[in-house]
């Protein structure tokens, strides 16, 4: 009885030493993990520091630095996200910013800072888009939510200024062009032609329309049709060069034949309405104004 009382003490101090142990390791984890963090912050705050001063190859090192220890951490690439915007390479900077959203759904700045991206590069249904998505999936970042709602109102403004319409409506449009474009795609011409000319007649010198709707009735083989809305197109933008092209190749066409052309994507807020600089440039002026 004495033999079995000393073995079950012992393995009741085993155990305790293994708990201990246990715990002391987890407590040098997390103490090690917590240096870790330290150093990434600091390594963030100074490349946001540089990039502030525009020594964008010291940040891009340093970025490099943190990458290659923490692989895997948004707000890494929410950094990167930051130095390649405001170094002029917007499309880096926003696939940077969506890997962030992606490794760290609940960090608000880096949906801000994608809809801004968004909103100067005129993708306004995206800003909304990622607008919607902080307003989901984080928590209430004051300034974050203070300067999103302002980009809205800001859109909208810009929006009844120079095209009479609404942030809401413009959206629609973008979402009903597209739905378009995949109809065209997949050789769908006349449902295509009929949202195409939907789009029409919400907006009336929309170029891309009348120059898809008339790609839509070469592949058709009707000639004449096609040659009329290029024409229609060419109207509104006589530099218009998908048009020109596609024109020229549909003349050669007798009437019945039809155009063989593969699809190519157009991005849509280059043709609708965004051709209007001075409306690019307001939206410039409006982010610089944020900053």
Request: contains cysteine; aromatic residues 10%.
């Amino acid at each position: 009885m004495a033999k079995n009382q000393q073995q079950q003490k012992q393995k009741k101090l085993q155990l305790k030493a293994a708990k201990r142990k246990k715990r002391e390791l987890e407590k040098k984890k997390k103490e090690i993990l917590r240096k870790q963090q330290e150093q990434l912050n600091d390594w963030i705050a100074y490349a946001i520091h540089l990039i502030e001063e525009k020594n964008y190859s010291d940040t891009e090192k340093i970025l490099n630095k943190a990458l290659s220890a923490h692989p895997d951490e948004g707000y890494v690439y929410y950094a990167y996200g930051l130095l390649y915007i405001t170094s002029g390479h917007s499309d880096k900077g926003i696939s940077a910013l969506e890997k962030a959203i992606i490794l760290d759904p609940k960090f608000a700045p880096s949906y801000f800072n994608l809809a801004m991206a968004y909103f100067k590069g005129v993708l306004l249904h995206k800003m909304v888009e990622t607008i919607d998505k902080m307003h989901k999936h984080t928590a209430y970042d004051a300034e974050c939510y203070t300067q999103a709602e302002k980009l809205i109102n800001d859109a909208n403004d810009i929006l009844r200024e120079k095209q009479n319409t609404t942030l809401e409506l413009y959206c629609q449009n973008l979402y009903t062009f597209d739905e378009a474009f995949a109809l065209m795609s997949s050789k769908s011409y006349p449902e295509a032609i009929d949202l195409f000319s939907s789009l029409i007649k919400i907006e009336p010198e929309h170029v891309a329309c009348y120059g898809n709707i008339a790609i839509c009735y070469a592949q058709m083989g009707q000639k004449e049709l096609a040659i009329n809305y290029f024409d229609k197109a060419l109207a509104f933008d006589p530099h218009y060069e998908l048009a020109l092209v596609n024109k020229t190749l549909t003349e050669k066409l007798e009437e019945g034949e039809k155009l063989n052309l593969e699809m190519t994507s157009v991005e849509y807020y280059k043709d609708f309405p965004l051709k209007n600089k001075s409306m690019l440039e307001e939206m410039q002026m409006k982010l610089s104004h944020q900053n």
